[in-house]
């Protein structure tokens, strides 16, 4: 270990000096070795800590001494708001006070994250802030005008509720609405005031999004607009990763969209061509929902020819010429050309997208019809392959990139991650060991006899064994499942029973995990969203039930275009994804070493199936058993243990 790591981490370190109680952990030591490695060295890394390790202030003190000693800016991305304000608001802090080496921090989030005082006194103006909403919204919007008199940062986070998005879109702006230096309250503009305090910073917490913008502006232009320069970067979440880089770099394009730009065009005086665009913007997509309702249409667009978009494109074209003429309009003020700029820009981006999506042009993008609910469409896009854009424009040009997640490796390696996010070849590389005793504290049960999932009778023998868990663990059980089918249907069998059952959607999802903490013996049912983020220790959750192998979706467009390209896609790359979207939900289960608990998996392909050893051998050691029965025995033994 590094001299300064040993006097952090060891046994009669800052850490041992600070913290009574304090025990090292091996490996969180390992993970802060490999990030001192990567930066000192120039080198990139793959790090996997399981729940525990305490990966974040693995990774945050190499951070901090390079930033100090080697005078380095570092940037931190991650997947969610939460872990960005545990950083900033927890493991920095603490960092920070127990740590000789002096540093600075920021958190920088998108703009749209900061209240803009421009369409704050627009909304206002126009009257959109008074009588205009449901009451629940009213009483958002009173709220939110009451803490943006306050606020010294701006940040919608420090809002004790989350507001509705039709609320908090009267209040801020995406960088492409941005009036830049045309905007009257730039020099308050709380979002300005985030990116000059980032540019002072050693240590940058960001998220992926703002790294991908990043990447895409610098690439444009050749500057670094979006995040100040930086030398060494951390990727926590990584597993996360590949699929933002498709989000982002993918568009969607919705009768909304053309709505908006409607607007702009009667902002700007012409509400014969604002008429214009929502006419032909509501035909085309209204052409585009029947083509997705019909048995032409499979799964994603492979063909152009399915609609006409020529009379949208002159709409679209007039408003660019408008706009622009606007913008260079020297009568007009410097507000009014910085907003002709936008819309103009914003229109421009709009036509080609959408030429692009009609025509599929792309070979590299996968083109889709997104129908809801309602018979609404949108046009979407993403790119097939992030790999080599992520290889060029990130591991080429950061010296360092360390990524670290609980779940990177598939079957003990790194090699699904590595082709997904285009790692370079000589990769530091470090599973860190669990501290947790799985062999004691954990419970695998694959029951015996169970129908196919794909099955009919399938879900009646799952709900029936669901309340058999629930029967052995009093309540204290989260389901996880794959679709809301299956959710739904468990759930009507268990309403009305002694425990309180507890079901995604009903109430916000922070709402729901913490009625499901404090209400020990409730039951939790979830889908996607709780697979991953939920952190109940203790014994509100001692059975984790899971419905299915958590494949993805074969309709979805982007797998639907790898399995056409990979003949071996089904192992090469479903397999992994499925692999660490189940170790996620099962990491779950222990969250602490007093913890005790069952995980029960209804898919008895992980048991029957060859392709089934590759999710076991990827799940922690833990004692398994097809039998049922066995939970309420290893529960009762657990106790006894802890008793004695």
Known sequence: MNDYLSEVFGDGGLFASRFPGYEMREGQVALARMVDEAMR???????????????SVAYAVPAVHHAHHEKKRVVIATANIALQEQLVRKDLPMLASVLPWPFTFALLKGRNNYVCLDRMAESEARGELRGLYYDDQQRQVDEVLAWAEATKTGDVSELAFIPHAQVWS???????????????????????????????????????????????VRQATGQDLVLPAFDLLVLDEAHEAAEIAREFFGFTLSEHTFGRLASAAADLGNKQLAGELRQEAQRLFATLADFARSPRYKKRLKAPGFANDAALQRALGKLVALAK?????????????????????????AAARLSEGLAQSNPACVYWLDLDNKGRTKLRSKPIDVSGLLREELFARCPSVSLVSATLTTSGTFDFVRRELGVPEGALEVVAETPFDFA????????????????????????????????????????????????NAVYERLDGREHRVLRQGELPRAELTRLFKEDVGSILLGTESFWTGIDVA????????????????????VIDAICERDPRAFDNYLVPLAIIALRQGVGRLIRCKTDVGVAVILDKRIAEKGYGKKFLKSLPPMLTTRRVENITRFLEEAAYARAS
């Open 41 to 55: 060295g120039g080198r990139h890394a793959l790090g996997e800590g399981p729940c525990g390790t305490g990966k």
């Open 170 to 216: 009267k209040f801020s702006v995406g960088s492409e609405e941005c009036k830049g230096d045309g905007c009257p309250f730039r020099d308050d503009c709380y979002a300005e005031r985030a990116k000059a305090t980032a540019q002072g910073a050693d240590i940058v917490v960001t998220n992926y999004h703002m790294l991908f913008a990043h990447l895409a």
């Open 325 to 349: 003429g606007r913008a260079e309009d020297e009568l007009a003020d410097k507000k009014e050309r910085a907003t002709a700029r936008n819309v103009a820009k914003n229109a421009a981006t």
């Open 440 to 487: 004691s504290q954990a419970l695998l049960v694959v029951p015996e006899r169970l129908p196919d999932p794909r099955d009919a009778d399938f879900i009646d023998e799952a709900a029936r064994i669901f309340q058999h868990v629930v029967d052995a663990c009093d309540g204290r059980t989260l389901g996880l499942f794959t679709s809301y089918r299956n959710l």
């Open 538 to 557: 203790g014994e509100a959750l001692t059975g984790l039930v899971i419905d299915k192998l958590p494949f993805p979706p074969p309709d979805d467009p």
